[in-house]
């Protein structure tokens, strides 16, 4: 009896798979105890919303830019316009 044998997939591309699914658990984690202090949701309806939430792939867009704005270096100060 033959067997289909499938070729198994890359360690990086496994690894950098499980990093992006603990990331998004992370996020859901943070946005559930958000969700119920300061919105005062109950625990159990928590994970309802912030699943709804994350169902929409431009969330995760909107995380990464908001991180990657913050991620510059601040700006130089500025010059005073005083002359002299």
Known sequence: MRRASRSPASPAADRETLAGSLRVEG???????????KAGFSRDSAPKVVTARFADPSVLDAEHR???FFSRAPRPPRVPNKAG
């Open 27 to 37: 996020m859901k984690a943070a946005a559930i105890d958000s969700t119920v202090t």
């Open 66 to 68: 908001h991180r990657e």
